[in-house]
């Protein structure tokens, strides 16, 4: 079965500080990767995407793979309470465009 | 400006009833998805369309029905035969072609709450 985990959190984070997002997939052929916010109330906005293997930067945003171990994860340098969130992973692991959906991890910053 | 629309943004529905949930796109994409999600859970595919007059299954098809008459639109009807709807109905829609990544494109959504 094809499945993405996150854990659910909350994870806190204090303001300033690096956020840590982590994301695990079951699909080792699965070829892209897509971190999206959700804040409550409203609908997914996409953060960032990645396709190959190492780091991809984005302003405060940091996006990991590491198609080896299977994981994705999201680190968000300089944390500001506007963060706060929950952050959902999505996996592409077939060529017909459908995602397959965490659970999300909400993250809360303090101030 | 380009982009998803759904409507009404909140619906009511009373027992035995049927309603239908709106969902438009300007962005000339080819495939649109609707999508079901529960509170403190992730998004759980109810139908999808890679092109018009067509349209599959996704894990939760039981009780909901779609139409893709028009590439721009894509309704998303919950029948009576859905025993518990209350959720948010999110709707997206994505073209790799025009796009040049398979992410997925999102509208508002629309709370459906069962009274």
């Known amino acids: 079965q094809k499945e993405v985990e996150q854990n659910s959190g909350p994870l806190s984070v204090p303001e300033g500080a690096i956020a840590s997002l982590n994301c695990t997939y079951s699909d080792r052929g699965s070829q892209s990767f897509f971190w999206y916010r959700q804040y409550s109330g409203k609908s997914p906005e996409l953060i960032m995407f990645i396709y190959s293997n190492g780091d991809k930067e984005d302003g405060r945003f940091t996006a990991q793979l590491n198609k080896a171990s299977q994981y994705v994860s999201l680190l968000i340098r300089d944390s500001q309470p506007s963060d706060s969130a929950t952050y959902l992973c999505?996996?592409?692991?077939?060529?017909?465009?459908?995602?397959?959906w965490g659970a999300g991890t909400k993250l809360i910053i303090k101030p | 400006d380009g982009g998803i629309t759904q409507s009404p943004k909140y619906l009511f529905r009373k027992e035995g009833q049927n309603v239908t949930l709106s969902c438009e796109q300007n962005?000339?994409?080819?495939?649109m998805y609707w999508y079901r999600q529960d509170p403190g859970q992730g998004l759980r595919l109810i139908y999808y369309s890679q092109i018009v007059n067509d349209f599959q299954k996704g894990d939760i098809a039981e009780g909901y029905s779609v139409s893709r008459e028009k590439k721009e639109s894509f309704p998303l009807t919950v029948t009576s035969a859905q025993k518990n709807p209350t959720a948010f109905y999110l709707c997206?829609?994505?073209?790799?072609?025009?796009?040049?990544?398979?992410?997925?494109?999102f509208g508002p959504g629309t709370r459906l709450t069962v009274l």
């Open positions: 962005l000339n994409h080819d495939a």
């Open positions: 999505a996996v592409n692991m077939d060529s017909n465009y459908q995602l397959i």
């Open positions: 997206a829609s994505t073209d790799p072609g025009t796009s040049g990544s398979d992410e997925q494109f």
